[in-house]
């Protein structure tokens, strides 16, 4: 298996590992939360699930409390006429979702247990009832007053414990995390079975059922019942699941992903007993929301991990987000069905394996970009490198017609010396001029397109773009023959004769192009332009001056720094030209000493 395969499938398996990982653990459990609470608040804002019947829920509200001049730990005789005139009504079920007294106050005021005692039972012979045991102290409910225990009966006792999830908020009411003794089954599932509907504990209240929470004034229902209009609460309780629950701004309150109570809109923390109705609603409509099954959760997370695969670009950009919202859609279709799945963790797993194959790209990228400089640092000149990198020069593209700074330069007299030395001894030599040289050129922005023997062609504004391609020829000029004196001194002292070199310059339209056959190109310029630079260099051996320029050249430095006008020159192979020679002034302050 070629090994670009073999990293890409070894890279995939991690990547599968890791969101296998990550769908089997609770580490962005706080994603998963988060986005779980937006899509039901969308769920409830645009698809809310309609309740057949609505619990009917009768508040102990402050007005209730200013009404009654008793305190509320001596109400027995109201709670008593409410709970008698409730079993006239017939409701389907009663759940008290407030706190009964924790003792009996009949040593304080002789027979104050019985209209309670007495309405818990009318109560019961009625219709199912449901008797609420709130939290107490260290993780326990608390307790009941036995006298009244017995006559609602230990086995209709629920739970009224809220557990909260690691944020804060209440999405379930599984309550084993937050009790020392799970030994009462929660309210709303109590209630719920008693109308045959039964729902698991570590399910996840749907709060798209139903529309806003509105209850019944406890003093309005209390009045129609001493009042003997029994039609009034009849007509509004009989046959239906009614909650009396304590509403009081006192109350602890719990924070909730949506708004519910129709008294306090816009209140996204409200009284435990809005819970415990949420919860008994999601029983009477589509259920709690159940989480999907492990093995479906670890299949999703692996076909998340296939965004491994493909290159990166804008279509696997397209992908990756057509996938994740793909996810937030079924996410969010599932719980109007009934069904959680970690969609936060899912949209993590996308990303990491998009981000995961950027990043691997990237660097098997670099590293080959780094090989690339490497094998040819000393084959092409850094500019054409840089533009080949940066994608700037296409082998297969056409050429392109530009305008380009051309400068050639060689070393005279350069064949006679070749004969009275080594070859060795040659090429070291022009090794040396040719490291000096070029680094003149490249340090002025200019290219080198090629060496040919003791000769060398450079171009100035291609392949790199220059806002002054002629002046920056003239200096790398200037450079060249500074640089040369430098090693003319070195070359005396070695005993070697010092060299002397002519550099013409020209500008002109040239086409800039890849030449060659499939197997082997390079990037040069072709034109007119390119032989006058040639010819130009030839002049300097009868005009008297090392760097020779044409009229386009001179102009576009403004006749600066020392050039000399040397009129029009007839140019071998083809018709005169006006030319300018230059000397330039740092040359001549290198001298050498002759042998």
Partial sequence: MPRLQRDILLGFALI??????????????????????????????HAPSALPQDVVVIGLDEAAYESILEPSALWHRHLGDLLSGLAEARPAVVGLATALPV???????????????DGIKRLRAAAP?????PMGIGRQLRPIAPELLAAAGNDRVASLAICEDADGTVR????????????????????????????????MIDYSAGGEIEYIPFREVL????????????????????????????????????????????SRTEP????????????????????????????????GALLWFGRNGWRKLAAVLGAGGAVVAGATYAIWQGYYLHSGTLLAIILMAFLARLVWESGRHYREKQLLRSAFAGHVSPQVMRAILGGALQPDADGEQCKVTILFADIRGFTARSENSTPEAMIRLLNRYYAEVSAAIHARGGAIDKFIGDGLMATFGVPQPLPAPQRNALEAAQDMLVRVARLNTELVAEGLAPLEIGIGIHSGEVLAGYVGSRKRRDFTVIGDPVNTASRLEGMTKTVGYPVVCSHEVAAAVGFAGGLVDLGVQDIKGRSALHLWGWNPPLAKRVKTRAP
């Fill in 223 to 266: 009045s129609w019942i001493r009042l003997g209009e029994t039609d009034q609460l009849r007509n509004r309780v009989q046959g239906r699941v009614v909650v009396v629950a304590s509403l009081l701004p006192t109350e602890i309150r719990y924070r909730l992903p949506v708004s519910l109570a129709a008294w306090e809109r816009g």
């Fill in 172 to 203: 379930r009411v599984y309550q084993a995390r937050c009790l020392t003794e799970d030994k009462h089954e929660p309210f709303a599932h109590a209630m719920a079975r008693h109308l045959g509907r039964e729902g698991t504990r570590t399910g």
């Fill in 272 to 303: 435990g007993a809005v819970v415990h109705v949420q919860a008994l609603r999601s029983l009477l409509s589509r259920g709690l929301i159940e989480r999907i099954s492990e093995p479906l959760s670890l299949v999703l997370a692996g076909l």
């Fill in 16 to 45: 599968c590992a890791l969101a296998i990982g990550l769908a089997s653990s609770n580490l962005l459990r706080w994603a998963d939360q988060s986005l779980y609470d937006a899509q039901t608040r969308w769920l409830r804002a």
């Fill in 129 to 133: 009832l449901v008797v609420g045991q």
């Fill in 103 to 117: 003792r009996s106050y009949d040593f304080l005021i002789k027979g104050i247990d019985a209209p309670l005692i």
